[in-house]
Each structure stands twice: as structure tokens, then as C-alpha cells.
């Protein structure tokens, strides 16, 4: 760490130690500018410590940008620039040198051959020490006004200050705020004359009323498709695995549907509709259902059907049906009652009465307006020589490494521009 600065001036003063802050630091410092990295917990990385249940989804192995880009439906075309410059292939190589390989999983996701999300910190803290930055924990900034002579004024809750030329914000948003992400850089920037998008829950489980749901909590099924309807109409369709919990229902599809539904909610009340047998239409549904109904005549139908799904999805799809058939023996089924029963379970419906909340949510949508940003440099274009990085901005994306990606690339684009920018400045003498 350097100790021989004669006063607390930097060039750089990157606000929070999440994944976006610890890569600018440590870039900024790389390309030879004076970096001070202020965090509020205790320790750094909180979050990043727990991601990808403790073994952190560290970004998405697709390699082709245009390709990874597709997942953040609103904003593409704003990102090609920063991702063109720092993408989930550099990611790799940049872990992998720096002492971290990472393996590739299911839908590309990759994560640290260690298997352990606190290996990403300490790989983070080791890169950031590598190159001389100097960290102080366990103090949250609690002001940051910049002077009129173009300088950030930097006021922290124990009373300390600290100037510098250059500022980056990467206090994170507001999902599990427990972690130290509780929306201190919104307040920050709003005073700087940023526009923040509201923030809502995001990638998080969706509540519902409707009592066969809850009964059926802990309950998994690893193949269903899922309709969002509003007005009778189909809005939204997904198909994947789904949980149901005692508040209603999660699992990737379900938090990777979140947002969508959120926002659907905004103009009327949303309804689910689930396809139990998505590969099959009705027709072959009920071809299977008369082959297993032979083979089990004089079976109870509560008995059999079991065949074909969990015990206790079986027994809340009878108690939902038309008429009362769980207790009687398959044989004495009318040909109605069976395909009234295909078609029932091709069209399961469900409430939706909202989101879980921000401390459920793996991110909060919301954040600055990316309008108010250069993407080529992560700065912002109202404030000169503020950075703005990760969770802070206004992108909605998946799960899948997606979020974590986007901390490597806003925390490396902005790092690499704030110190390119500090050692310009030296060499102009300003
Ligand atoms: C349970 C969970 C699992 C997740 N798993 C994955 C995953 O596997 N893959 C993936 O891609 N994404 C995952 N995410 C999302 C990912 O963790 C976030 O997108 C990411 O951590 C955002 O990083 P950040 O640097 O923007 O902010 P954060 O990680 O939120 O860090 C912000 C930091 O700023 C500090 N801070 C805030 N205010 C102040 C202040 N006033 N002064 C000083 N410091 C301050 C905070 O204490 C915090 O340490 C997960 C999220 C959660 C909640």
C-alpha cells in the first residue's frame, strides 16, 4: 500500500468496494494513477462473496459480443462500445492471470475452478495491492460535492476528507442491502444532477395468492412453459424449471421473467397459465394419458397419474379438476373427463400479485439514465471526471454472469480511462 502521499489527495476516489469499484481501482492504478478505494463494510466484496450460491457465476463465456449483448434487451447497442473494449473472453484471461482460472458450465456460465465466490475477492484485493492501491474499510462516504476548482470533495461518516481529480461511483443498488448496497450513490448522484431510474426488484421470485401454489411449496419441476396473461392474452412466455414456494413461485425461468411481469403489472393485473407438458400439444398428452389409463384400469386415478408427475402436483391438478375423479377407478373415466384433465394440465392457472423484495432480488433495475452517460469512457456526461460503474446504472439483464460481467467491463473501461487520464494530466502538469 503507498504511504508516502504528503496529503490526502488522489487521483482517483473509487466509493465502494464491490466487483465494478475493485476492478477500477485496481486498472486505474495499473495505468499509474494515484487510487484511494473507500468501502463501507468492514471487508471488501460483500456481495461478490456470495454470488452464484458462494460460487460466483463470474460472467458468461459466450464470446461473441453481439451474442452476449442479446441479454440486455434495452441497452445493446449503448454497450457494444465498453464490451467491444473489455468482454467476457478478456474476463477469463484476466482471472486466469491473475491466479483464478475459471471452468464453463451449462449455458455457458462459467465460474472459478475453485468453486468458491470469496476466491474472486481475495484475486481482486491481490490485484488491487499489486498495483499500490490504497483501500480504507469500514467508514461509508457520506459526501461528495465537487469544488469549483473542477475537484471532488470526499467527506466520510468519521469525519475524514480526501480530494481528487477523478471520482467513481460503485456503491452497487439496492438488492440485499445487508451486503452495503442500499442506494448511497443514488443520493450522491441525484445531487451531482443525475436522473435515477427508479429502482425496483429484479431477477426475484414472484408472489402469488392462489392457495394450490403454496400448498405446493418445495415442490420442483424441471421442465414447464409458463404464460404471462393480461386481458385473456398471452404477453409473455418462458419455458424452463420452476420451484413453488410458500409465497409463490422461483427458480431461473421465474426470476429471469421477473422483470418482464414487473412491468406488465404496470398497466393491469397479470395471470399465469402452466403447460405441465410443454414437448407434448394436446392431442399427444391425451394419447398418453388413454395409454397409461389401459395399463391401469382399476386403478385409483389419484394412484395413477402419479406416473407421470410429483405425488403432490398430481394431487392438487385432481383436486382443480372439473369434476371429482382423484377417488375413482380409472376405467370408469368418461372420454370428457380425461381430455378436460389434458387440457388442464397444458393450462394450470395461477395468480401473480407481485415480487418478492430488494432483499430477495439478486439486482434492482433502476439506476442512471444511460443517456446521462459516455459509454466509450463510463463517465458521466453532466459531471466531468465522475465515473459510474456496475449495479449504478440502468440495465436490466438475466441471470447468468451477465451482472458480474458488467462489473468487469464498466469497472475496467472507466479504470483504464481514469488512469490514462491521471497520467495525461501529470504530463500537462495540471
Ligand atoms: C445473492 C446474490 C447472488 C448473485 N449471484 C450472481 C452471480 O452468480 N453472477 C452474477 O453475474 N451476478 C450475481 N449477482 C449480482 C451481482 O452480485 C451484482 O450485480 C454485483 O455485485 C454488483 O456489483 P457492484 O460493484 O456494482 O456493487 P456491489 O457489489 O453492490 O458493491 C457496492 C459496494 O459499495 C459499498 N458502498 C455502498 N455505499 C457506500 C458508501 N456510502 N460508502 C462506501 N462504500 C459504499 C457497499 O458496501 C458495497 O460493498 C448476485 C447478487 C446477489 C444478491
Redesign the pocket.
Known amino acids: 500500500m503507498r504511504k508516502s502521499i504528503p496529503h490526502k489527495a488522489y487521483d482517483l476516489i473509487v466509493?465502494?468496494?464491490?466487483?465494478?469499484?475493485m476492478m477500477c481501482a485496481g486498472r486505474a492504478a495499473e495505468r499509474g494513477a494515484r487510487v484511494l478505494l473507500?468501502?463501507?463494510?468492514t471487508v471488501?466484496?460483500?456481495?461478490?462473496a456470495?454470488?452464484?450460491g458462494g460460487r460466483?457465476?463470474?460472467t458468461n463465456a459466450e464470446f461473441d459480443v453481439r451474442a452476449f449483448l442479446e441479454n440486455f434487451p434495452e441497452s445493446r447497442d449503448y454497450l457494444y462500445s465498453p464490451f467491444s473494449k473489455f468482454s467476457s473472453k478478456d474476463t477469463v484471461a484476466f482471472f486466469t492471470q491473475h491466479g483464478l482460472p475459471l471452468k464453463t458450465e451449462d449455458k455457458k456460465r462459467a465460474f472459478p475452478k475453485t468453486d468458491r465466490a470469496p476466491d474472486v475477492v481475495i484475486a481482486m484485493e491481490r490485484f488491487m495491492r499489486k498495483h499500490d492501491v490504497t483501500v480504507k474499510t469500514g467508514d461509508?462516504?457520506a459526501t461528495l460535492t465537487k469544488l469549483p476548482n473542477g475537484q471532488f470533495l470526499v467527506k466520510t461518516k468519521n469525519g475524514d476528507q480526501y480530494s481528487a481529480r477523478s471520482v467513481a461511483i460503485?456503491?452497487?443498488?439496492m438488492?440485499?442491502p445487508e451486503?452495503?448496497?442500499?442506494g448511497?450513490?443514488f443520493t450522491m448522484l441525484k445531487r451531482l444532477g443525475h436522473t435515477i431510474v427508479h429502482p425496483n426488484p429484479n431477477i426475484v421470485p414472484l408472489t402469488s395468492t392462489t392457495k394450490w401454489v403454496r400448498t405446493l411449496a418445495g415442490t420442483s419441476l424441471p421442465l414447464v412453459r409458463i404464460r404471462f396473461l393480461q386481458n385473456g392474452k398471452v404477453a409473455l412466455k418462458k419455458q424452463g424449471g420452476i420451484l413453488f414456494t410458500h409465497f409463490g413461485v422461483s427458480g431461473p425461468m421465474i426470476l429471469n421473467s421477473s422483470f418482464a411481469v414487473s412491468k406488465l403489472r404496470k398497466t393491469g393485473p397479470v395471470e399465469a397459465s402452466l403447460d405441465l407438458f410443454p414437448k407434448s400439444d394436446e392431442a399427444a398428452l391425451d394419447a398418453q394419458l388413454i395409454t397409461l389409463f389401459e395399463n391401469n384400469k382399476n386403478k385409483l386415478l389419484k394412484n395413477v397419474l402419479s406416473d407421470l408427475m410429483p405425488a403432490s402436483v398430481a394431487r392438487e391438478v385432481l383436486a382443480l379438476a372439473p369434476l371429482p375423479i382423484a377417488d375413482r377407478k380409472v376405467h370408469s373415466v368418461t372420454k370428457e373427463e380425461r381430455r378436460a384433465l389434458a387440457q388442464l394440465l397444458k393450462d394450470l392457472r395461477f395468480s401473480i400479485k407481485g415480487t418478492l423484495g430488494y432483499d430477495k432480488?439478486?439486482?434492482a433495475d433502476g439506476g442512471v439514465d444511460l443517456e446521462e452517460v459516455d459509454l466509450k469512457t463510463m463517465s458521466s456526461k453532466l459531471c466531468p471526471n465522475l465515473y459510474l460503474?456496475?449495479?449504478?446504472l440502468n440495465i436490466n439483464r438475466p441471470?447468468g454472469?451477465?451482472?458480474?460481467?458488467?462489473?468487469w467491463t464498466t469497472g475496467f473501461v472507466a479504470g483504464t480511462e481514469a488512469g490514462d487520464s491521471a497520467r495525461r494530466g501529470k504530463k500537462s502538469g495540471r
Open positions: 466509493i465502494g468496494g464491490g466487483p465494478s469499484g473507500l468501502e463501507k463494510n471488501l466484496g460483500k456481495k461478490l456470495i454470488t452464484g460466483c457465476n463470474i461509508p462516504v460503485a456503491t452497487g443498488g438488492a440485499q451486503t452495503g448496497s442500499t448511497d450513490g432480488a439478486v439486482i460503474l456496475g449495479d449504478v441471470s454472469g451477465f451482472s458480474l460481467q458488467l462489473c
